[in-house]
């Protein structure tokens, strides 16, 4: 299994920058793709975007341009670079790792932004 622990979120304006970092723990070799998920209030939990371990990315159409993700060269950390932010952005942001146990989950970070 495979122990996520989210960072970096907090309240900014409309328009403002924020980095969210997720750090790994476990069985760390066997992920094959990580990525970040979001749920707004009132909403579904969505896709933000997704990371492979050979680097291939993907990104939901309303954060591309905006958002970045990527991890560093050990896996264990993951990144979310998030620009140009707005109120849409509002949500709990949730790391996830993917490996053949299936998916785990971070307990999630407040990103809250004002307009």
């Known amino acids: 299994q495979v122990q996520l622990v989210e960072s970096g979120g907090g309240l900014v304006q409309a328009g403002g920058s924020l980095r969210l970092s997720c750090t790994a723990s476990?069985?760390?070799?066997?992920?094959?793709?990580m990525g970040w998920y979001r749920r707004a209030p009132g909403k579904q939990r969505e896709l933000v975007a997704t990371?492979?371990?050979?680097?291939?990315?993907n990104y939901a159409d309303s954060m591309k341009g905006r958002f970045t993700i990527s991890r560093d060269g050990a896996k264990n950390t993951l990144f979310l670079q998030m620009n140009s932010l707005n109120s849409e952005d509002t949500a709990v942001y949730y790391c996830?790792?993917?490996?053949?146990?299936?998916?785990?989950w971070g307990q999630g970070t407040q990103v809250t932004v004002s307009s």
């Open positions: 996830a790792s993917m490996g053949p146990y299936g998916t785990s």
């Open positions: 476990g069985n760390i070799p066997s992920i094959y793709a």
């Open positions: 990371i492979t371990t050979e680097g291939r990315t």
